[in-house]
Every structure is written in structure tokens, then in C-alpha cells.
């Protein structure tokens, strides 16, 4: 089992900047791709970004490229996403989750309750 934590949404402005964190606990995360996702109500969970085990590859959505970043502490067992020139289509329910690379929410075996990130024009 792995325990995931997330923080550091909050309200921002338009062109403002965010990290989020997702704190793993459990099994070795370093064993897992950690992925983001986002999620409106009504709508799908959307895949944002996700990082390999190691840390040596990163993928992201193409509405966030450029604008997003995904890093890894495996020492501190955490994920980030740092994410700058936010706008408002941006809010959402972020949600960290821990399995195999890939875009596809059924990748993904672990997941954290979520942070939510609000966006303001």
C-alpha cells in the first residue's frame, strides 16, 4: 500500500504560480511513476503530468507543456508540480497517484484525496 498526501492548493490569480506537493508514504514510491491529474465536477478525471520512478523521464498534457513541471525527492519520498502562468481554465481538483507511466487514470493503482486549485481571471 502507498499513502499519498497532497497540499498547496489555494486561490491564486491569473498569471500567478503554485507548487503542489504529494507526500508518499508506505512502499518505496521511488518503485512507482507518480502521476497529476485534475478533475472538474461533472467532467473526467484529465491527466496533467506524470514522472517515472526514477525521476529520468516526465510527460505532460499539452495544455500544460511549457507552463507546468513535475520533479521528484526520492530521498523525501514527494512529488511536485510546479505549475506557473496558471489561468483559469487551470481549476481544478488535483489529485497525486502513484503506478505505472502512463496517461490513463487506470495506469494508476494509488490515489491521494486532492488539493484544489482555483484560478481567478
Known amino acids: 500500500q502507498v499513502q499519498l498526501v497532497e497540499s498547496g492548493g489555494r486561490l491564486v490569480q491569473a498569471g500567478g504560480s503554485l507548487r503542489l506537493s504529494c507526500a508518499a508514504s508506505?512502499?518505496?514510491?521511488?518503485?512507482?511513476?507518480m502521476g497529476w491529474f485534475r478533475q472538474n465536477p461533472g467532467k473526467e478525471r484529465e491527466f496533467v503530468s506524470t514522472i517515472t520512478g526514477s525521476g529520468h523521464s516526465t510527460y505532460y498534457a499539452d495544455s500544460v507543456r511549457g507552463r507546468f513541471t513535475i520533479s521528484r525527492d526520492n530521498a523525501k519520498n514527494t512529488v511536485y508540480l510546479q505549475m506557473n502562468s496558471l489561468k483559469p481554465e487551470d481549476t481544478a481538483v488535483y489529485y497525486c497517484?502513484?503506478?505505472?507511466?502512463?496517461?490513463?487514470?487506470?495506469?494508476?493503482?494509488?490515489w491521494g484525496q486532492g488539493t484544489q486549485v482555483t484560478v481567478s481571471s
Open positions: 497517484a502513484a503506478g505505472s507511466v502512463g496517461l490513463s487514470s487506470r495506469e494508476y493503482d494509488y
Open positions: 508506505g512502499r518505496t514510491a521511488s518503485n512507482y511513476a
